[in-house]
Every structure is written in C-alpha cells, then in structure tokens.
C-alpha cells in the first residue's frame, strides 16, 4: 500500500509529497508538474520553486486578508511595508490555511 500524500508545508499547501519505497513524489496542484526524486534536498528545492505559484482557487491565506486591510490604511497614514509586518503575514498564513 502506498504511504499517504502530505502537503508540503502551511506555506506551500498545493505541493503535495508522496513517499514510495525508492523515491518521493512531488506534485504541484497548481502548473500540474510531477516529479519523482530520490535526494529530500531535491524535494525541498523542487517545492520551493513552486512557491512563487498562487494557493489554488478557493483557498484562503489569512496573512493576505489581513494584509490586504492593513497596507492601504498604513499608506495613508504614510508608513511602508516592513520586516515584521511581512513575518506576520506569513504566520498568519501558516495558521489561517485550509
């Protein structure tokens, strides 16, 4: 029987990670790209390069939401973007994902 297909991670959800007994099989939701390689290195490396793909139709990232609010009112009271307002987008993403 073969071993169950994981997501990636919170970050990546729509790339999926399926063990077999030699390799590991990586699938992208979102181009539809397989592939099956033997080093996790690779895995990570393949995953990563999907990240720059959209979350599926239907998904939702809280971090965005969140984002999506907060930079317009920040504009207009004249601040930029920064580094923690960027960490917490991705944590917020990494919990609000479904």
């Given amino acids: 029987m073969p071993a169950a ?8 959800p729509w790339v999926l990670v ?6 590991f ?12 390689f033997n080093d996790p290195k690779t895995v990570v490396a393949v995953a990563r390069a ?8 239907g998904s939702f990232r809280l971090g965005d939401a969140v984002a999506a609010v907060a930079k317009p009112i920040a504009r207009a009271v004249g601040m930029e973007s920064c580094t923690p307002c960027e960490a917490r987008r991705r944590m917020l993403n990494r919990i609000g994902s479904r």
């Fill in 5 to 12: 297909v994981q997501r990636f991670s919170a970050e990546i």
């Fill in 18 to 23: 399926q063990p077999t007994p030699t390799s």
């Fill in 25 to 36: 099989r990586v699938t992208c939701e979102v181009c539809g790209s397989t592939g099956e």
């Fill in 50 to 57: 999907h990240r720059a793909h959209q979350a599926p139709q």
